[in-house]
């Protein structure tokens, strides 16, 4: 099982350090240079300065830089371990207030494996270079990797409740409007009872792949035991209901002649098609496959659905049933790789592929000619992203975007003593 610890906590000062807001940013992989200028200039304390840094040698940069925070009392350290709770009051895409509840601590990095820790979908190869540069120099996870647990009985909503109920340690709101507010829990009756909530259970990482790779990178290069053994994870209960997953829809570039026959032959073949507005391309409900689709040479937007669920068991016959039901699975098998060749090297470095989160943005680039192709995509449900982990398998890249982020600044943890 995965072992669940408080930590000894890195923290901004708040009177020292000033307003929360202006100290937090999103996830450094979100951050185009434009934000990471803005989020700079709100404050010479705002983490982009040291998770994101610049300059000739920005990993030292950003270890002098944490270094003087904490000889300066900007960013200090607890003395006893304590659990953060955490909650984020956000807005869903169709205007319902949500609030999602969970937890930041520090979970001990091991292999993946059942009963442990499992990863939910398959990476782009990532900037593991870069972001185990940047532990070997600051010695701190900056930045929580998110993670879902199994909370059947609500225990662990539980004992959120009623912390939650008290007054905010501290409280921040990002650019999306998020709201997230935390609470140190140095309480060791609630830190035992969170613990035991999530005594035997298996984590699934939501977001946050790369950071864990990153971490058991760095604990087997430094080797035996110590801190440097755990890493920072916010864990928040697969039934909690402010857990919302948004479609990231696929973008197909390098559309000749040939290909484009090739696409539409298997389209005819494996799909039932019907044309809709474009505001309609993103599909709706649950059962078998459907999605949107609109050739930018064409513009005739179209919405398509799988034939007979035959054709996808074929084309994935050494998956499981669960997984030959996942909307990204099967158009990888069939239209990616199927009708376009295209390999698993294409798909890992994005030879002919993009994403987005947006549709409007996605139709744009479309207009734009930046792509020539749109597959739009409904949002995988939780519980289809646990049953695809529990039978061992991982799901396509981009396969999912939970929201909100997690905002890295609320706390960081040491990796030494």
């Not at 190869?125 to 600051?138: F, I, Q, V, W």
């Not at 650019?175 to 609630?190: F, L, N, Y």
Request: contains cysteine; proline residues 8%.
């Amino acid at each position: 099982m995965a072992e669940v610890q408080p930590l000894r906590a890195l923290h901004y000062d708040l009177g020292a350090a000033g307003p929360l807001s202006d100290l937090i940013a999103p996830p450094y992989d979100v951050i185009g240079s434009g934000q990471r200028a803005g989020l700079a200039a709100r404050s010479p304390y705002n983490v982009v300065h040291v998770d994101l840094p610049e300059g000739d040698d920005p990993y030292t940069s950003a270890a002098e830089l944490l270094g003087r925070w904490l000889r300066e009392g900007i960013v200090v350290r607890d003395d006893r371990p304590a659990v953060w709770a955490l909650t984020q009051d956000y807005v869903a895409p169709g205007g319902a207030r949500m609030t999602r509840r969970g937890f930041l601590c520090r979970v001990r990095v091991e292999d993946y494996g059942a009963g442990r820790i499992r990863p939910h979908e398959r990476t782009h190869p990532g900037p593991l270079e870069d972001r185990l540069a940047l532990t070997r120099a600051t010695r701190v996870n900056l930045s929580p990797i998110f993670a879902l647990h199994p909370d059947p009985d609500g225990s662990a909503r539980g004992v959120l409740t009623t912390i939650v109920a008290d007054d905010p340690w501290g409280e921040a709101s990002d650019d999306e409007g998020t709201i997230h507010r935390v609470w140190r829990v140095a309480d060791s009756e609630a830190i035992a009872a969170l613990q035991s909530s999530l005594a035997g259970a298996e984590l699934l990482i939501a977001d946050g792949h790369h950071r864990y790779e990153t971490a058991r990178a760095y604990a087997q290069e430094v080797g035996g035991e110590g801190p440097h053994r755990y890493v920072l994870m916010c864990l928040v209960a697969l039934e909690d209901p402010g857990v919302a997953v948004f479609p990231i829809h696929r973008l197909v570039a390098g559309l000749g002649p040939q290909r484009r026959e090739a696409l539409a032959a298997a389209l005819r073949r494996d799909f039932d098609l019907h044309e809709v507005a474009r505001e309609a391309l993103v599909p709706d409900g649950g059962g078998p496959l459907r999605l949107g689709y609109l050739d930018a040479q064409l513009g005739r937007p179209l919405q398509l659905a799988l034939r007979d669920q035959s054709i996808a068991d074929s084309a994935l016959p050494d998956k499981p049933p669960v997984y030959r039901r996942l909307d990204t699975a099967v158009l990888e098998a069939l239209v990616l790789k199927g009708a376009l060749g295209m390999t698993e090297a294409d798909i890992a470095h994005l030879n002919g592929l993009g994403y987005s989160v947006d549709a409007s943005e996605a139709l744009r680039l479309l207009d734009e000619g930046a792509f020539d192709a749109g597959f739009f995509m409904r949002p995988t449900p939780v519980a289809q992203v646990r049953e695809v982990a529990a039978a061992g398998e991982t799901m396509p890249p981009k396969s999912t975007f939970f929201y909100p982020k997690l905002a890295t600044g609320l706390v960081f943890n040491p990796l030494s003593d």
